[in-house]
């Protein structure tokens, strides 16, 4: 299904009773985020805040849940396109066949070829009204949490052009405003922006980009799908709307934008222009990425549609918005995964613990020994897989998305000190846990059903290790401050402890001493250190600190032949050891979460939801455990 701008979806989200307009007026600043969070991860509907300031609605929270989601790339359910793209995929890497056969596939080629956008003379929708003295004081850009460097817009769709190809790109960078008609442009060294931005650079030329908001919610999720460099992310989404995204040229510069786009930002950033400090931004890691130096964006005309909605998102400690965005690309990626690089891929998933480029878990069909290694040693070299710190292999009967279910399996099939393979390799900018920016350790854990010749000699993997015999190292409580051993039980041999650091610089190493004694005696175990200040029987929030606050080449330690500890604490604790600066995690302000509790009401949202920051505060590191965030 075709959406002709944001009222359009809408229209449709009202139909389905997936949206809720709030009238009490709601500032931009720190407000909107607060309200946004707690209904987000309360599992609430999309928000139409319309009284804020401006004459632009803020649409957010519209991509999610599974129901919103499947209703922007006009599915019934997100498998729909993914099963659809796959048998596409099949019919055109098929070989052999009769003629009729053959000819029973034009229609499908048919189809494809309607998925190009094509270019329209006229004037869009989006140029109804057109300003040539833009001032982005108009829209409604959210300041999202306290410690940003500023107000970001954060779902911008920034069209580039590379000088000497003319390959065209749309990619999602976060843009904060500078003032009246300049940003900054935060395309990572890794995105195809910066890559075009480095071509105009060589040239000495001015690059002319355009940022549009809004339109059909499909090309919001197109521009976040990793497509190669070379397919239009517009092609994708005519894929997905089942109709051509037909583009018109923008006002100030050579480039095309959707006709029915609410918002144009036109503009250039000149490569031979002094970078700007950009940030810190409360980013989707759950932690501040911190400020550094990006190109600035300068803009030479505003144009909207008549009535124009601003679309926004936040990010933050998750389960956040994106995850419904990464859960339909896990969908729809799936079919050229197997069929243009790894046949044997069954299924994968990024748990939003793991923040996409975290932990990435992949089924395979496996049918030789050490597939499993193979399909790592694939997969870390793949487009953006390559970013993926913690990759878990797994074959058999296992549902992945079942944690309990997977974890079992994972242990039953991973011997800890044969089936890991450690390296290093490029890291998403937004790691902050590794030594060096953008590069650092790895793991791949291969833990598919193992042939024979897998196994050593005489080796049986063992598993069982029941809670009460875990040794409690600690009881005076002055470095493992709490410890959670229940995963035993359940024939999972994970161990979760707290570990004081603030107090003592040396911890890990004083617990690593506490437990290498008795870990003699356990078969098989996996311990997990986190700060203090986690809840160690909150498992999605042990899991989030871990996969973010470890680089698990230099912070794993065998305490024995089958102990593997891996340290997922703040390095940034280690007595000045870290070379790096250690951002703070993000959360409201107490003033903001009591301005909201005490306008709750007026909002119309339905029964009091407590702020999310009320859980994760405590986790923020204070005076003279502070990290700067400057």
């Known amino acids: 299904m075709a959406y002709s701008g944001l009222k359009g979806y809408i229209t449709e989200l009202e139909k389905q009773n997936e949206l809720i307009r709030i009238k009490a007026f709601t500032d931009p600043v720190l407000e909107i985020t607060e309200i946004t969070d707690r209904i987000v991860k309360s599992g609430g509907k999309a928000l139409l805040f ?138 990572q060294r890794h995105k195809t922006g910066a890559n075009h931005f480095e071509a105009w650079k060589k040239k000495g030329l001015k690059m002319p980009v355009t940022v549009t908001l809004g339109g059909d919610p499909v090309y919001t999720y197109a521009a976040t799908a990793p497509l190669p460099e070379n397919i239009s992310e517009y092609i994708l989404a005519g894929f997905l709307r089942k109709q051509k995204v037909k583009l018109v040229r923008c006002i100030t510069n050579q480039l095309y934008v959707p006709s029915d786009a609410d918002i144009v930002i036109e503009g250039y950033v000149d490569p031979s222009e002094e970078l700007f400090w950009e940030g810190p931004f409360g980013d989707h890691t759950g932690f501040y990425s911190l400020a550094d130096w990006y190109p600035k964006f300068h803009v030479t005309c505003i144009s909207h549609s008549g009535n124009a909605i601003y679309p926004a ?21 799936l079919a050229p995964v197997k069929m243009a690089m790894l046949p044997e891929v069954e299924d994968f998933h990024m748990p939003d613990a793991g923040v996409a480029h ?5 089924k395979i069909k496996k049918s030789y020994p050490g597939q499993g290694m193979k399909v790592i040693s694939s997969l870390f070299g793949a487009g953006q897989m390559m970013f993926t710190k913690y990759l878990v ?42 030594d060096s920016f953008s590069f650092g350790g790895k ?54 402890i707290a570990v004081n650091s603030s107090e003592d610089p040396d911890a890990i190493s004083k617990a690593h001493e506490m437990l290498r004694e008795p870990s003699g005696q356990w078969r098989q175990c996996l311990i997990i250190a986190v700060d203090h200040p986690v809840d160690v029987r909150d498992y999605h929030t042990v899991a989030w600190q871990l996969f973010g606050d470890s680089d698990p080449l230099r912070d794993h330690e065998y305490l024995s032949d089958k102990v593997l500890f891996l340290d997922g604490t703040i390095k940034g604790r280690r007595g000045g050891s870290f070379p790096r600066r250690w951002p703070n995690v993000v959360c409201a302000a107490e003033e903001t979460i009591g301005a909201i509790d005490a306008k709750w009401e007026f909002l119309a949202l339905g029964p009091y939801i407590p702020s999310p920051s009320l859980k994760y505060i405590k986790l923020i590191r204070k005076g003279k455990d502070s990290i700067s965030l400057e």
């Open 50 to 187: 319309e009284n804020n300031g401006t004459a632009f609605p803020v649409l957010i929270n519209a991509f999610g849940s599974d129901r919103r989601m499947s209703l922007a790339i006009g599915r019934n359910n997100l498998d729909d396109a993914g099963n659809e793209l796959e048998l596409l995929f099949k019919k055109m890497t098929g070989s052999g066949g009769s003629l009729m056969s053959k000819i029973s596939f034009l229609p499908q080629l048919l189809s494809l070829s309607s998925s190009l956008p094509s270019k329209s003379a006229r004037k869009g929708s989006c140029q109804d009204v057109v300003i040539m003295d833009p001032d982005l004081g108009i829209l409604p850009v959210l300041k999202c949490w306290p410690h940003d460097g500023g107000r970001f817009i954060t779902l911008p769709m920034v069209h580039t052009i590379h000088p000497e190809t003319g390959s065209t790109n749309v990619g999602m960078y976060r843009m904060q405003v500078i003032d009246r008609n300049t940003t900054g442009m935060h395309w």
């Open 313 to 333: 998102t936040i990010v933050g400690i998750p389960p956040m918005e994106d995850a419904w965005l990464a859960k339909t690309t896990e969908k729809i990626f």
């Open 358 to 362: 975290n932990l990435t878990i992949v």
């Open 393 to 434: 292999v797994i074959s058999g009967e296992v549902e992945i998305r079942n944690y309990p279910e997977l974890l079992a399996h994972i242990f039953q099939n991973t011997d800890l000190e044969r089936d890991l393979l450690f390296c290093r390799g490029p890291l998403d900018v937004l790691d902050h846990s590794s």
């Open 443 to 496: 793991v791949g854990i291969d833990a598919t059903i193992k042939h024979h010749e897998e196994l050593p000699v005489g080796n049986v993997i063992s598993i069982k290790l029941r809670s009460e015999e875990v040794f409690n190292p600690d009881p005076g409580r002055k470095v493992i401050t709490d410890i959670n051993s229940d995963l035993c039980d359940m024939g999972i041999p994970v161990i979760v």
